[in-house]
């Protein structure tokens, strides 16, 4: 079994079922021509946020690491009207490029950008006792991540969804003494998450053109 046959079998995904269209193939085109890095959702994974968000009728999204906006166009045409994503970007550059792909793909009116470090974005959200997420999606630096959902959580209704992206990392989640940061911060939200009885959660692995690697998904009671 090897890598090139997941791959494979996401390109027969996404010919078939995903029905991904040219704005989503302009914002991945954009991407790679700024010299943004290959690291955005698969069109599957970004079908599924799409899908997860409108299962819960999500009309408040809440995005921590933009990039280049891919994930953000598949959450933001999840979107009822007058629905709206928050995305967050610490990188002037990203920020910039998701800015332009957002009026590619006409999003503006339902996209929020704010850029900085999330952990200073999300203190400010808390302060301005900003309207509670349905959802949120944690795709930015892994190190920080268990206050990324701290914080998520906290602006969040009951019965929000929690996706976090990448938690498997080829299965260095099991490795308890790595010096990565991006390591510990994965294995850190599994041990919170143990002994916190506000959400329930599971991490499902994944494997596709991405490689090998996983969702953790919390649904706050
Ligand atoms: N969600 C995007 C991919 C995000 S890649 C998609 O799937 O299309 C991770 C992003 O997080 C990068 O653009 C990076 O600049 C940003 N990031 C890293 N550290 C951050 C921080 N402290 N605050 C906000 N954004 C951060
Ligand atoms: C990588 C992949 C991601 O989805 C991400 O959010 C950050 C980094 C990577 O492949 O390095
Ligand atoms: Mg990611």
């Not at 959702?41 to 009309?59: D, E, F, M, T, Y």
């Not at 339902?110 to 400010?124: C, I, K, S």
């Not at 302060?127 to 959802?135: G, K, L, M, Q, V």
């Amino acid at each position: 079994m090897s890598e090139s046959i997941w791959r494979d079998v996401d390109t027969f995904v996404e010919a078939t079922v995903v029905r991904g269209d040219a704005a989503l193939q302009r914002v991945l085109d954009h991407q790679d021509r700024s010299g943004l890095p290959s690291i955005a959702v698969s069109p599957a994974q970004g079908k599924l946020l799409q899908l997860l968000a409108r299962s819960i009728n999500a009309r408040r999204v809440l995005e921590i690491g933009t990039l280049a906006g891919y994930s953000t166009v598949w959450l933001a045409r999840a979107l009822p009207a007058g629905g709206c994503i928050v995305t967050l970007e610490i990188d002037a550059r990203h920020a910039r490029v998701a800015r332009e792909n957002f009026a590619l793909a006409g999003l503006e009116d339902r996209v929020e950008l704010r850029e900085g470090p999330a952990l200073d974005t999300l203190a400010q959200l808390r302060a301005e006792r900003s309207a509670p997420f349905d959802f949120t999606f944690i795709d930015a630096d892994k190190a920080s991540i268990p206050e990324y959902f701290e914080h998520a959580l906290m602006l969040s209704r009951p019965g929000a969804l929690l996706v976090v992206d990448n938690v498997i990392r080829r299965g260095a989640l099991l490795q308890a003494e790595s010096p990565d940061a991006n390591v510990q911060g994965v294995r850190r939200l599994h041990e919170r998450l143990k002994v916190d009885p506000r959400v329930e959660a599971t991490t499902i692995q994944t494997v596709g053109a991405k490689g090998y690697d996983g969702f953790l998904l919390a649904l706050i009671k």
